[in-house]
């Protein structure tokens, strides 16, 4: 866009505020927090045969262990975002991390699965007031170049926490005991708590609607939807016990839907699913998130129950996967401004449904560092480069102006995907984990392998052609 001479004489020229002294040390302290977030998706993982020892859980227990963190984390989100607006950001921050770190010792605590799981919610409560509070914290602190640098900090929080909580969880797991993967995020919470009023500058609460209704409609959906998942391991898919939740999900995101739609402060603007980007992006981050933290699950699950292995050797088979999703991830940012948003994500899936090929026939006695390992690398490296590809595909392939809205759709379809994804591997895998056989982890496996393979299908048809153009609007990891 070009302007004649004279009306740029005429126009005061735009100036961002003067930039905050302390703004990267905020921006330190921001991603701290968001870090702690990251790590307790993956850090559990490693832990919870342990914690099914200690606290006698059972596998639909376990199941929510994970998936009760991520589900608050997700459904929450967007309103965790209209409550920063309303508050002001860091007073939001602070709730939400107080609430956290509060949660973690009383989950830390824990002596029974009640107490457990109410840690576990408690704790993605927290995470989502904190995360998109942090991010507006990041978005208003810094302008230009140096916005576009902070963002890039913020982003490699969610490969490097992932990679760190498999290693750490195993760590402390084997050492100070499960507790400490929850007692840990205290001090540092704590610290974090105590230095943000100094560093972080307090922004001007915003006027704005809550939609609580919609919220509380699409949080209870999807635990309806995941709790009959899990049961149809106990009971069987036709059995009452597992068809009426699944209803219930239905009816729940049929309301969530007209209450969105008649709503005057919608919590998620439905016609973004009318943009063929961010439609594509939510279903390809989705299935991706849903595919990875499976295969955390499974993988730790089988490692410990069916070949023995302690938690912290289990932390460090799972650290080169962590890393090849972060590699992915890399290599996918350069491949889809060359080939395309489309080619990079088909290929990206094809790679992870070869990936996990080799771990459909997993046994008892051959070699992990033969057999499961070198799939589990192939098929995250795949992972990774869909997880750039679902973003840039939804935040780049819109316009300007709606980016931050594709951005909220895309970060709450990462979180629900890892529910949803742990949900029904557990009940596929209901025998292997009840037993301790490798039965059920192969046909679990086999599920992920055809779901990489029909998203590969799918994104053929839905991820438009053409490269991205980045926008710079924000994303959460």
Known sequence: MTH???????????????????????????????????????????????????????????????????????????????????????????????????????????????????????????AALLSPSALSLVTTTFHGGERTKALGVWAAIGGSGAAAGVLLGGALTDGPGWQWVFYVNV???????????????????????????GALLVTAGTGALIYGLVKAGDTGWADPATLLPLAGAAVAYALFAVVERTGR?????LRMFTRRPVL??????????ALLIAYFFLGSVYLQHVRGFGPLKTGLVFLPVAVATGLGAHLGSRLVGVIGSRTAAV???????????????????????????????????????????????????????????????????????????????????????????????????????????VGAVVALALVPRGKPRMTGGPHVH
């Open 280 to 289: 594509a992006g939510a279903f390809l981050m989705l299935t991706a998130t």
């Open 4 to 126: 004649s001479t004279a009306g740029a004489s005429r126009a005061p020229e735009h100036t961002h505020p003067a930039p905050h002294p302390r703004r990267w040390a905020a921006l330190a302290l921001v991603c701290t927090a968001q870090f702690m977030l990251i790590l307790d998706v993956t850090v559990v993982n490693v832990a919870l045969p342990d914690m099914a020892a200690d606290l006698a859980l059972g596998r639909t227990a376990l199941t929510w262990v994970v998936t009760s963190y991520t589900l608050c984390f997700g459904g929450l989100m967007l309103l965790g975002g209209r409550l920063a607006d309303a508050l002001g950001a860091r007073r939001a921050l602070l709730a939400g991390l107080a609430l956290f770190t509060a949660a973690s010792l009383v989950t830390g605590l824990a002596g029974n699965a009640p107490v457990l799981l109410g840690g576990r919610i408690a704790q993605g409560v927290g």
């Open 265 to 269: 402060a919608p919590l998620m603007d």
């Open 347 to 453: 290929a990206g899936m094809v790679v992870a449904a070869a990936g996990t090929v080799p771990l459909t026939r997993l046994s008892d006695t051959a070699s992990v560092y033969g057999s499961l390992l070198p799939g589990f690398v192939i098929a995250s490296l795949g992972i990774g480069a869909v997880f750039v590809t679902a973003t840039t595909t939804a935040l780049a392939m819109v316009e300007h102006r709606e980016a931050g809205l594709a951005s909220g759709v895309v970060n709450t379809f990462h979180e629900v995907g890892g529910s949803i994804g742990v949900a029904v591997v557990s009940t596929v895998a209901a025998s292997g984990i009840e037993r301790g056989t490798v039965g059920g982890f192969t046909d679990a496996f086999t599920i992920c392998a055809v779901a990489a393979a």
């Open 187 to 213: 001090p540092v919470g704590l610290a974090v708590l105590a230095a943000i009023p100094a560093f972080v500058a307090a922004r001007a609460p915003r006027p704005a609607r809550l939609d609580v209704p």
